[in-house]
Protein backbone atom coordinates (compact mmCIF):
# COMPACT_ATOMS: atom_id res chain seq x y z
CA UNK A 1 0.00 0.00 0.00
CA UNK A 2 3.01 2.38 0.73
CA UNK A 3 3.90 1.54 -2.70
CA UNK A 4 0.69 2.62 -4.12
CA UNK A 5 0.63 5.56 -1.78
CA UNK A 6 3.92 6.77 -3.53
CA UNK A 7 3.11 5.79 -6.94
CA UNK A 8 0.22 8.33 -6.70
CA UNK A 9 2.09 11.12 -5.41
CA UNK A 10 4.43 11.05 -8.19
CA UNK A 11 1.62 11.19 -10.90
CA UNK A 12 0.07 14.02 -9.10
CA UNK A 13 2.97 16.38 -9.45
CA UNK A 14 2.42 19.02 -11.16
CA UNK A 15 5.22 20.18 -13.40
CA UNK A 16 5.81 23.77 -15.40
CA UNK A 17 8.00 24.64 -18.19
CA UNK A 18 8.41 27.93 -18.31
CA UNK A 19 8.76 29.08 -22.06
CA UNK A 20 12.46 31.29 -23.06
CA UNK A 21 11.84 34.68 -24.61
CA UNK A 22 13.72 35.00 -27.94
CA UNK A 23 15.59 38.09 -29.01
CA UNK A 24 15.96 39.14 -32.91
CA UNK A 25 18.00 41.90 -33.72
CA UNK A 26 17.95 43.44 -37.46
CA UNK A 27 20.21 45.85 -38.76
CA UNK A 28 19.16 47.75 -41.31
CA UNK A 29 21.26 50.32 -43.31
CA UNK A 30 19.57 53.67 -43.27
CA UNK A 31 18.55 55.23 -46.56
CA UNK A 32 19.04 58.95 -47.64
CA UNK A 33 16.63 61.17 -49.48
CA UNK A 34 18.21 62.77 -52.41
CA UNK A 35 20.85 65.73 -51.89
CA UNK A 36 22.63 65.71 -55.12
CA UNK A 37 20.47 66.81 -58.61
CA UNK A 38 22.32 66.48 -62.10
CA UNK A 39 20.62 67.35 -65.44
CA UNK A 40 21.04 65.10 -68.79
CA UNK A 41 20.33 66.57 -71.67
CA UNK A 42 20.55 64.55 -74.91
CA UNK A 43 18.73 63.06 -77.85
CA UNK A 44 17.45 59.98 -78.73
CA UNK A 45 17.56 58.88 -82.16
CA UNK A 46 14.90 56.75 -83.62
CA UNK A 47 15.41 53.23 -82.39
CA UNK A 48 17.99 54.56 -79.64
CA UNK A 49 19.34 55.47 -76.84
CA UNK A 50 21.08 57.60 -74.16
CA UNK A 51 22.83 57.29 -71.13
CA UNK A 52 24.13 59.24 -68.59
CA UNK A 53 26.63 57.72 -65.73
CA UNK A 54 26.76 59.33 -62.09
CA UNK A 55 27.94 58.25 -58.71
CA UNK A 56 25.77 57.66 -56.00
CA UNK A 57 27.85 58.08 -52.36
CA UNK A 58 25.71 56.51 -49.67
CA UNK A 59 22.57 54.10 -50.26
CA UNK A 60 19.46 55.94 -50.75
CA UNK A 61 16.74 56.60 -52.90
CA UNK A 62 17.17 57.89 -56.92
CA UNK A 63 14.53 59.55 -58.98
CA UNK A 64 14.71 59.98 -62.35
CA UNK A 65 12.31 62.99 -63.96
CA UNK A 66 11.76 63.09 -67.48
CA UNK A 67 11.49 67.19 -67.65
CA UNK A 68 11.00 67.45 -71.41
CA UNK A 69 10.64 66.04 -75.04
CA UNK A 70 11.01 67.81 -78.42
CA UNK A 71 11.83 68.03 -81.37
CA UNK A 72 10.60 68.03 -85.37
CA UNK A 73 7.58 65.84 -86.11
CA UNK A 74 8.21 64.54 -81.64
CA UNK A 75 4.74 65.14 -80.25
CA UNK A 76 4.56 66.68 -77.03
CA UNK A 77 2.72 63.52 -75.87
CA UNK A 78 5.38 60.82 -76.48
CA UNK A 79 6.22 58.74 -74.21
CA UNK A 80 10.08 57.63 -73.74
CA UNK A 81 11.57 54.89 -71.62
CA UNK A 82 13.30 54.99 -68.76
CA UNK A 83 15.62 53.27 -66.91
CA UNK A 84 18.32 53.46 -64.19
CA UNK A 85 20.96 49.93 -64.14
CA UNK A 86 25.06 50.07 -64.33
CA UNK A 87 27.41 51.43 -67.05
CA UNK A 88 28.46 48.21 -69.80
CA UNK A 89 30.72 49.77 -72.13
CA UNK A 90 28.30 52.26 -74.26
CA UNK A 91 25.30 51.54 -72.51
CA UNK A 92 23.61 51.07 -69.84
CA UNK A 93 22.24 48.03 -68.55
CA UNK A 94 18.89 48.61 -66.50
CA UNK A 95 17.42 46.94 -63.39
CA UNK A 96 14.43 49.44 -63.41
CA UNK A 97 12.53 50.72 -65.83
CA UNK A 98 9.14 52.84 -66.71
CA UNK A 99 7.83 54.38 -69.46
CA UNK A 100 7.02 58.29 -69.17
CA UNK A 101 5.95 61.03 -71.07
CA UNK A 102 7.31 64.59 -69.83
CA UNK A 103 6.00 65.86 -66.39
CA UNK A 104 7.32 67.46 -63.39
CA UNK A 105 7.35 64.52 -60.47
CA UNK A 106 9.85 61.22 -60.54
CA UNK A 107 8.43 59.27 -63.48
CA UNK A 108 11.28 56.65 -61.90
CA UNK A 109 12.63 55.74 -58.27
CA UNK A 110 14.54 53.17 -56.58
CA UNK A 111 16.73 52.78 -54.06
CA UNK A 112 20.79 51.56 -54.67
CA UNK A 113 23.70 51.14 -52.87
CA UNK A 114 27.14 53.74 -53.43
CA UNK A 115 28.61 52.84 -56.73
CA UNK A 116 28.34 53.99 -60.51
CA UNK A 117 24.93 54.04 -61.90
CA UNK A 118 23.59 54.93 -65.05
CA UNK A 119 20.05 56.59 -66.30
CA UNK A 120 19.43 55.10 -69.76
CA UNK A 121 16.47 57.19 -71.74
CA UNK A 122 15.22 55.31 -75.20
CA UNK A 123 12.54 54.87 -77.81
CA UNK A 124 9.85 52.30 -77.17
CA UNK A 125 8.86 52.29 -80.28
CA UNK A 126 6.95 55.06 -81.38
CA UNK A 127 9.08 58.04 -82.78
CA UNK A 128 9.48 58.92 -86.18
CA UNK A 129 12.48 61.27 -85.60
CA UNK A 130 15.19 61.87 -83.13
CA UNK A 131 13.67 63.24 -79.77
CA UNK A 132 15.84 65.98 -77.75
CA UNK A 133 14.67 65.19 -73.66
CA UNK A 134 15.72 67.10 -70.56
CA UNK A 135 15.78 64.88 -67.53
CA UNK A 136 16.85 65.43 -64.13
CA UNK A 137 18.52 62.63 -61.56
CA UNK A 138 18.00 63.23 -57.81
CA UNK A 139 20.48 60.89 -55.77
CA UNK A 140 22.67 61.04 -52.38
Known sequence: MFALLLLAAACSKNNTVTPTATTTTTTTTPVTTPTTSE???????????????????ANGTVNVTLNSVSGVGVPSSVQLGLGIGTPAGVDCTVTSTATAGAG?????????????????????????????????????
Request: net charge neutral; glycine share 10%; hydrophobic share 50%.
Open 39 to 57: VFASTVPVGGAAFYSFNIA
Open 104 to 140: TAPQLTGTFGPGLFCVRVYDVGNLFDAAAFKATIAHS
